[in-house]
T-cell receptor, first 113, second 117 residues
């Protein structure tokens, strides 16, 4: 049972344009959502998070949007830069208990010059 | 503080051997997690420590896996009688004590890549 899904395995965007990565979840208990960026042979690097009490959180070029009714979140990167090329993982957790992260399968983002 | 560290970074072993990995979390982080990531998938939760207490284990963690966090500082993950299916990236993450009603971000180490021949 895949509780967090990233339906696009890959995405290619031109440098300077907006990159939009999407994520869907099914578990209503999730109330905290995060995006991580991962390069090969490295651990995930935290990018940005959002609590379920908000619908938007912005940090520099990165903005995360949360639509609780649709159980959908998205990460916007603008403008996209070549260094943004990596695999992006969406993750979700519930504030009760262990707060373990449930990850999506990842989306490989490629920024073309 | 240099973040979460893991050793070794790579481990190649033969089937049936035992292996042990170490994780040093960010100082003063009370919570420590182990995850496993296989090719093409996101990381999957294995186990969780709050200080020295192991409070939750995934069904993925068979009897051959054991984890410890003595004194609530570093943690070790041991796999006994390794199998080829154990080949994966083993990731450790830590987070501070969650504020009342809140959730804190987990910060990951670089991982240990295990290859079982």
């Amino acid at each position: 049972d895949q509780q967090v899904k990233q339906n696009s395995p890959s995405l290619s965007v031109q440098e300077g344009r907006i990159s939009i990565l999407n994520c869907d979840y099914t578990n209503s208990m999730f109330d905290y959502f995060l995006w991580y960026k991962k390069y090969p042979a490295e651990g995930p690097t935290f990018l940005i998070s959002i609590s379920s009490i908000k619908d938007k959180n912005e940090d520099g070029r990165f903005t995360v949007f949360l639509n609780k009714s649709a159980k959908h979140l998205s990460l916007h990167i603008v403008p996209s830069q070549p260094g943004d090329s990596a695999v992006y993982f969406c993750a979700a957790s519930a504030s009760q208990g262990a707060q373990k992260l449930v990850f999506g399968q990842g989306t490989r983002l490629t920024i073309n010059p | 503080d240099t973040g979460v560290s893991q050793n070794p970074r790579h481990k190649i072993t033969k089937r049936g051997q035992n292996v042990t990995f170490r994780c040093d979390p960010i100082s003063e982080h009370n919570r420590l997690y182990w995850y496993r990531q296989t090719l093409g998938q996101g990381p999957e939760f294995l186990t969780y420590f709050q200080n020295e207490a192991q409070l939750e284990k995934s069904r993925l963690l068979s009897d051959r896996f054991s984890a410890e966090r003595p004194k609530g500082s570093f943690s070790t993950l041991e796999i006994q009688r390794t199998e080829q299916g154990d080949s994966a990236m083993y990731l450790c993450a830590s987070s501070p004590w969650a504020t009342s009603g809140g959730t804190d971000t987990q910060y990951f180490g670089p991982g240990t890549r295990l290859t079982v021949l």
